[in-house]
């Protein structure tokens, strides 16, 4: 996995926040990441939740910030859930009655998105997506769950996310 202070270090460059300090808090720079994503939802984010509580209700972007999970899984989980902010303002309530039959096709277009996103930044989104993954497996022996897919299917949902150089 890339490290910390690499990921913070390109993030900080490709949003023009140097000045901003990494902090336990995030605030600041979690809404600069979901605004460059695209997302118009507000942010909310708490120091006393971890990134895999969070999640986008349609309204607003509720994001754990504690500092227990690696930097590059907590980019990961902030674009799949940015990424269902994204699905929501094209979709709209068309997105959310398609997600209540089927919400695996959504979730894996996040997890698909998600590394589309950090390919934007410059990293490699499908080796992330991936890491994500086989850190999941090692921590929480997460094999992957009806709604959102097989852990080979959420591992492959970046495959060619980004464009070859």
């Known amino acids: 996995m890339i490290s910390k202070p690499l990921i913070w270090v390109t993030v900080l460059a490709v949003l023009g926040l140097a000045d901003v300090a990494y902090a336990d808090h995030r605030q600041h720079a979690t809404e600069q990441l979901v605004k460059w994503a695209g997302c118009k939802a507000p942010v909310v984010t708490s120091d006393e939740r971890s990134v895999l509580e969070s999640f986008y209700n349609g ?46 096709p959504w979730e894996l277009d996040a997890d698909r998105q998600a590394a589309v996103l950090t390919c934007g930044l410059g ?39 980004c464009p070859p150089s």
Not at 80 to 104: N, R, S
Not at 133 to 154: C, I, P, Q
Request: contains cysteine.
């Open 123 to 161: 990293l490699d989104g499908p080796k992330l997506l991936h890491d994500l993954f086989v850190w999941a497996y090692k921590e929480y022996d997460y094999t992957g769950d009806m709604e959102h897919g097989s852990l080979n299917e959420r591992i492959h949902a970046g495959d060619g996310a």
């Open 59 to 104: 309204k607003a972007l509720y994001v754990g910030t504690d500092t227990d999970t690696p930097y590059d899984v907590w980019l990961m989980v902030l674009f799949h859930e940015t990424a269902h902010c994204l699905q929501y303002q094209v979709h709209g309530l068309d997105m959310v009655f398609d997600y209540t039959i089927d919400p695996k």
